[in-house]
Structures are given as structure tokens and as C-alpha cells.
T-cell receptor, first 114, second 110 residues
Framework: EAQVTQNPRYLITVTGKKLTVTCSQNMNHEYMSWYRQDPGLGLRQIYYSMNVEVTDKGDVPEGYKVSRKEKRNFPLILESPSPNQTSLYFC?????????????FGPGTRLTVT | QKEVEQNSGPLSVPEGAIASLNCTYSDRGSQSFFWYRQYSGKSPELIMFIYSNGDKEDGRFTAQLNKASQYVSLLIRDSQPSDSATYLCAVNTGFQKLVFGTGTRLLVSP
């Protein structure tokens, strides 16, 4: 089954304790992206990756890191989480297309930082 | 001005009616437009995309695009209670970058 998976689905942590949220896709998609979703603010892009070893900042990259060592995986790293990073996080992937650009989302990770 | 604007709703329609969801965008260079449905606590699910002016139909869903007015809409015919969700408009403002609106909540009452 074609899918994007994320782990963990739920995480409660404390300020300053490093964490990693994993994302994996089995569709051989070149493009992957991380979003956070907050009430009233909608989905905002954190980082994206055009392909292996190619990453770039989205709209809200502060406090986050990513890596793309393999095509299928795109982990999101919070080196020193803070309470304002409490949010619902989504990973997404898509094929590189000229005009249509259909992103497929993972199930989400709900992160709480106390 | 936000790049992609949607009325937050809720938009309430009775079962069987047509639901009309609207979205405006600010970047005239935008090339493709997407509608995602998101049930509470779930991930966004792509339901339609459109990149040419006019209408595009898929089952009960019709996407409408007017680039001159910078306006895209989604019509849902014969609305069902299972259509109750938040509908996100997304705009491709450049290569591989999607900007999302904050979504319109739709409530379909039996």
C-alpha cells in the first residue's frame, strides 16, 4: 500500500530534550516536506527536500533541522524543543511534476512540549 | 494580506444541498490549485486539483478556477453528512511550494 508513515504519532516531552520525528514514504517520491498545523494559522511549511541531500527552509524553519540521506526518509529533528513547538506535525511527499503537484500526507504527529 | 484566504465558517448546509467553498489567492503567478479535505484529527486528503481556467468535475465535486479574479472554488453536490470536514485550499506559488489557506469548516446536517 502506497503511504507516508510517521513515528511517533503522539509525543509528550519536556523543554530542551532533543527529539526526532521520523517520516518514510514507499512511493519513490523525490519531494518531501514537513508542515506544522496550528489553530487559526493553518498548515505552514517547515522544511522541504527536492531530493536526496537537497533540503531547504520553508516558512517557519526556526528550531528545526532535517536531513535527507535516503530517498524514502525525511526525519524532523528538534534539537532543543520549546513549548511554542507544541503542534500537530505532518510529513508529505510528492512526485516532481510540471504543473500538477499532488502532495500526500502522513497521519500526523501530535507533539506536546511542557 | 494572506497569500491564500478562506472563510473559516462553519458553512452549514442540509443533506442533499450544494455546498460552495471559496478561496482567493494573492500571487498572480500561481499555477495550480488544490482542494484538500481534513477530518478532525486526521491528515489532509487531496480531493481535487485544477490548473486551467474553468470547471473541473470529479463525481460530486467540481473545482472552478478564475485566474483573472484570483479565485478558486469547490462545489459539492448532493452533500452528505460524511462530507462534514474542514476543506483546505492550497496554491502552488512556485516550483514545488504549496501555500495553504486556514480552511473552511463544512457541516452537513441530516
Amino acid at each position: 500500500e502506497a503511504q507516508v508513515t510517521q513515528n511517533p504519532r503522539y509525543l509528550i516531552t519536556v523543554t530542551g530534550k532533543k527529539l526526532t520525528v521520523t517520516c518514510s514514504q514507499n512511493m519513490n517520491h523525490e519531494y518531501m516536506s514537513w508542515y506544522r498545523q496550528d489553530p487559526g494559522l493553518g498548515l505552514r511549511q517547515i522544511y522541504y527536500s527536492m531530493n536526496v541531500e537537497v533540503t531547504d527552509k520553508g516558512d517557519v524553519p526556526e528550531g528545526y533541522k532535517v536531513s535527507r540521506k535516503e530517498k524514502r526518509n525525511f526525519p524532523l529533528i528538534l534539537e532543543s524543543p520549546s513549548p511554542n513547538q507544541t503542534s500537530l506535525y505532518f510529513c508529505a511527499s510528492s512526485l516532481r511534476r510540471q504543473r500538477t503537484y499532488e502532495q500526500y500526507f502522513g497521519p500526523g504527529t501530535r507533539l506536546t512540549v511542557t | 494580506q494572506k497569500e491564500v484566504e478562506q472563510n473559516s465558517g462553519p458553512l452549514s448546509v442540509p443533506e442533499g444541498a450544494i455546498a460552495s467553498l471559496n478561496c482567493t489567492y494573492s500571487d498572480r503567478g500561481s499555477q495550480s490549485f488544490f482542494w484538500y479535505r481534513q477530518y478532525s484529527g486526521k491528515s489532509p486528503e487531496l480531493i481535487m486539483f485544477i490548473y486551467s481556467n474553468g470547471d473541473k468535475e470529479d463525481g460530486r465535486f467540481t473545482a472552478q478556477l478564475n485566474k483573472a479574479s484570483q479565485y478558486v472554488s469547490l462545489l459539492i453536490r448532493d452533500s452528505q453528512p460524511s462530507d462534514s470536514a474542514t476543506y483546505l485550499c492550497a496554491v502552488n506559488t512556485g516550483f514545488q511550494k504549496l501555500v495553504f489557506g486556514t480552511g473552511t469548516r463544512l457541516l452537513v446536517s441530516p
